[in-house]
């Protein structure tokens, strides 16, 4: 064979190699638009256990499936308090009361800015009484993330503010309270009311002594962060913003 034929079947030999390459190879597009499917949503499901040692009593609120990644911090809550349990139960194995942990979660707003879930416990491992609890979740469903008490109020001025109004509030109605209004330290969490129009009507904080005090949203908008001042009642309609009369807030 010449030179030239075998430099042709080399050639050759190549460019079949190549078109066998490209035929097996998937399509750009198929690489592209392959994503994993979403993982099917499995609603947390209440507990109850009891056995001699514990009771165990856990309920979640319906509604859930709307927004996935709450429902999975609810059940890690859940699995912390639960974990608490377990610990108490190592030190004392066998209590002469059964130890019991409820928590019950609630959904206490439901508006397109926010939505609220409160986890109301009561954990008792030993002694006259269990030690009551509350968590609030505020979720953001347009940015599928929680909202911490301190985003909302950055400012430490401000929460002194608050505490100042509440423990004056707590003064005008001392006569109905069982301890005095000195006596009561304001918790940094909050459960937001909203009006008809999808707007903050006032945020009620809870006191150590279980007590709830509402502070209006129009005393408050000064007191948030920027971001925040139009979430509540009274406050200006932003440039772009639909009126709450036509459109959901």
């Given at each position: 064979m010449s030179r030239l034929s075998v430099a042709a079947f080399v050639c050759l030999a190549v460019v079949l190699l190549a078109s066998c390459d490209r035929a097996h190879a998937p399509p750009k597009d198929a690489i592209a638009t392959t994503t994993p499917a979403p993982e099917p949503f499995v609603a947390p499901q209440d507990v109850f256990e009891r056995d001699a040692h514990a009771i165990v009593g856990i309920s979640y609120p319906p509604g859930l499936e709307r927004y996935p990644a709450l429902a999975k911090l609810l059940v890690a809550h859940a699995q912390a308090r639960r974990a608490a349990l377990a610990a108490a139960l190592e030190t004392t194995p066998r209590p002469t009361v059964p130890f019991e942990l409820t928590l019950r979660f609630s959904t206490v707003a439901d508006a397109a800015r926010m939505f609220v879930v409160t986890a109301d416990e009561e954990l008792y491992t030993g002694g006259a009484a269990s030690r009551p609890d509350r968590t609030v979740f505020?979720?953001?469903?347009?940015?599928?993330?929680?909202?911490?008490?301190?985003?909302?109020?950055?400012?430490?001025a401000a929460w002194a503010r608050l505490h100042d109004d509440i423990?004056?509030?707590q003064r005008n109605e001392?006569?109905?309270l069982a301890a005095p209004a000195a006596g009561r330290a304001m918790q940094r969490?909050?459960?937001p009311r909203f009006n008809s129009s999808g707007r903050i009507a006032g945020l009620r904080f809870r006191t150590d002594a279980g007590d709830?005090?509402?502070?209006?949203?129009?005393?408050l908008r000064s007191l948030v962060a920027p971001a925040y001042a139009s979430w509540f009642e009274d406050a200006p309609i932003a440039a772009g913003e639909t009126s709450a009369a036509t459109a959901k807030l």
């Open positions: 505020l979720w953001l469903p347009a940015e599928n993330r929680l909202l911490s008490p301190d985003e909302m109020i950055p400012n430490p423990r004056q509030l001392s006569a109905s969490v909050f459960v709830e005090v509402e502070v209006a949203g129009s005393e």
